[in-house]
């Protein structure tokens, strides 16, 4: 499988590499990290293109205020890998 995209969806996807396993960031923490703070929701929009959500690690990605927020197979799956890897979500 070929995973294709924008330049901006590739960097959202790159940066998802650095949340280490078992910590959560938010759309807001990935849009400054490649150094566009107000992309929040231009971020959120690249990671549910991600069609390989479980390699390219969009589920470690919540929304700020601490709920998982959408995945693209369900919210009990999301909450699934995240208590795998030992992370507690807070709401």
Do not use: H
């Not at 499988?1 to 078992?22: D, H, Y």
């Not at 197979?73 to 795998?84: D, H, M, P, V």
Request: proline residues 3%; contains cysteine.
């Amino acid at each position: 499988m070929l995973l294709r995209g924008t330049n901006f969806q590739i960097k959202v996807w790159e940066a998802l590499f650095k949340i280490p396993s078992g910590r959560l960031a938010c759309y807001e923490d990935i849009a400054k990290l490649i150094n566009k703070p107000t992309a929040q929701r231009a971020v959120g929009s690249a990671i549910e293109v991600n069609n390989i959500a479980y390699l390219i690690p969009c589920y470690r990605v919540i929304q700020k205020v601490g709920t998982t927020g959408n995945y693209r197979w369900g919210e009990s799956r999301k909450k699934a890998i995240l208590g795998w890897e030992g992370v507690k979500v807070g709401k």
